[in-house]
């Protein structure tokens, strides 16, 4: 993967990041950002639907997924969504905390993505209509140093 040739950053190497670089780390943090953003606002929701036909308020769904099982804990979804406030809400002037952010995002964003993951195979073995469906769900393998 192109970003762990500059992971972890430091104060040194963002001041020196060419512009393909920012752009990639760009793409990384929108991305990252998108995805949680469908997880939380899509397919938490929707699961927990499919499952009690009732809607609830995010703090409930919340709970409810956890309960689920092996999807993700309260306490890490809660986490993530920190992390996620500090790129949209608090762009920092500060290189020292930007650097400290992205590189907690680089480090937990395995989080984000088996999460989806764990939607996916939960689904498939919860509703039988998904049966036998698994292609619609591809999703490409994390990419492991």
């Given at each position: 993967?192109?970003?762990?040739?500059?992971?972890?950053?430091t104060e040194k190497s963002f001041g020196k990041l060419n512009d393909y670089r920012v752009r990639l780390l760009d793409q990384f943090i929108f991305r990252s950002s998108k995805l949680q953003d469908a997880i939380g606002q899509q397919l938490f929701p929707a699961l927990v639907l499919s499952i009690e036909e009732e809607e609830r308020p995010f703090k409930n769904i919340?709970?409810?997924?956890?309960?689920?099982?092996?999807?993700?804990?309260?306490?890490?979804?809660?986490?993530?969504?920190?992390?996620?406030?500090?790129?949209?809400h608090e762009c920092s002037d500060k290189i020292i905390e930007n650097v400290e952010s992205i590189n907690s995002?680089?480090?937990?964003?395995?989080?984000?993505?088996?999460?989806?993951?764990?939607?996916?195979?939960?689904s498939l073995g919860k509703f039988d209509y998904l049966k036998g469906k698994s292609e619609i769900f591809y999703t490409p393998a994390f990419p492991e140093k």
């Open positions: 993967m192109e970003l762990e040739k500059i992971m972890p950053l919340l709970n409810r997924v956890e309960t689920l099982g092996e999807i993700i804990s309260k306490e890490e979804w809660l986490f993530l969504i920190k992390l996620r406030n500090q790129f949209l995002l680089f480090e937990n964003v395995k989080l984000i993505y088996y999460t989806f993951i764990n939607i996916k195979n939960y």
